[in-house]
């Protein structure tokens, strides 16, 4: 079975700032790569997602994230954070292929933007 | 488009009372379905998925259940409600790539 860690459950970045949050995975296969956020009062939502090719994948808002295979990591990155970005980030795996049994998800990591 | 709608959005129930939430689908057919619980501090756990009528599969032992009477119908119970069943409910289904998931806005419980 796969699982997910994310490295830190607390971030707080003052404006500006660069962001890196970082996922490990550990699964023995091919997998499908996720980032999933939730801002305040909202639904989960993807950010971005990762399945074949370019291992540097761009979502909305200005996120991005890298897939290094030999570290099995997916670390999310955004050069210059904003305010609203203020949220609950989650990374999440499946295997290639999709599967029937849904997405392993990590902890979160709560990310806190001050003005 | 894909549309996820669960009720109730908020509920406050006692210990060892019954639970019943409801997950409906909209804009597609035949869909896995699936139930998360997002506790503080622990992501989101999957408690259930099914992928068709009446068809059921449980990641954990725990206190509740989940039943499919319906295509595009998703429910998750309980008989008598611990402490320890509060938290956020997702109902999820398939987002518009194979693997990739679909959330609805998810029902908070709280258990006193």
Same mark, same amino acid.
Do not use: M
């Given at each position: 079975?796969?699982?997910?860690?994310?490295?830190? =459950?607390?971030?707080?970045?003052?404006?500006?700032?660069?962001?890196?949050?970082?996922?490990?995975?550990?699964?023995?296969?091919?997998?499908?790569?996720?980032?999933?956020?939730?801002?305040?009062?909202? =639904?989960?939502?993807?950010?971005?997602?990762?399945?074949?090719? &370019?291992?540097?994948?761009?979502?909305?808002?200005?996120?991005?994230a890298e897939f290094i295979k030999s570290k099995f990591s997916f670390n999310l990155r955004k050069?210059?954070?904003?305010?609203? &970005?203020?949220?609950?980030?989650?990374?999440?795996?499946?295997?290639?292929?999709?599967?029937? &049994?849904?997405?392993?998800?990590?902890?979160g990591t709560h990310l806190i933007i001050q003005p | 488009s894909q549309t996820i709608h669960q009720w109730p959005a908020t509920l406050v129930q006692p210990v060892g009372s019954p639970l019943s939430l409801e997950c409906t689908v909209e804009g597609t057919s035949n869909p896995n379905l699936y139930w998360y619980r997002q506790a503080a501090g622990?992501?989101?756990?999957?408690?259930?998925?099914?992928?068709?009528?009446?068809?059921?599969s449980s990641e954990v032992p725990q206190n509740l259940s989940a039943s499919r009477p319906q295509d595009r119908q998703f429910i998750l119970s309980s008989k008598k409600l611990l402490l320890s069943d509060s938290g956020f409910y997702l109902c999820a289904g398939p987002g518009s790539a194979a693997g990739e998931l679909f959330f609805g806005e998810g029902s908070r419980l709280t258990v006193l």
């Open positions: 079975a796969q699982s997910v860690s994310q490295h830190n =459950h607390h971030v707080i970045l003052s404006e500006a700032a660069s962001l890196e949050l970082g996922c490990n995975y550990s699964y023995g296969g091919t997998v499908n790569l996720f980032w999933y956020v939730q801002y305040p009062g909202q =639904h989960l939502q993807l950010l971005l997602k990762y399945f074949s090719g &370019d291992p540097l994948v761009k979502g909305i808002k200005g996120f991005e050069p210059s954070v904003q305010w609203s &970005d203020t949220a609950e980030y989650f990374c999440a795996v499946n295997p290639s292929g999709g599967g029937a &049994d849904g997405l392993t998800f990590g902890k | 622990r992501g989101l756990q999957l408690l259930f998925y099914s992928v068709g009528i009446g068809q059921i």
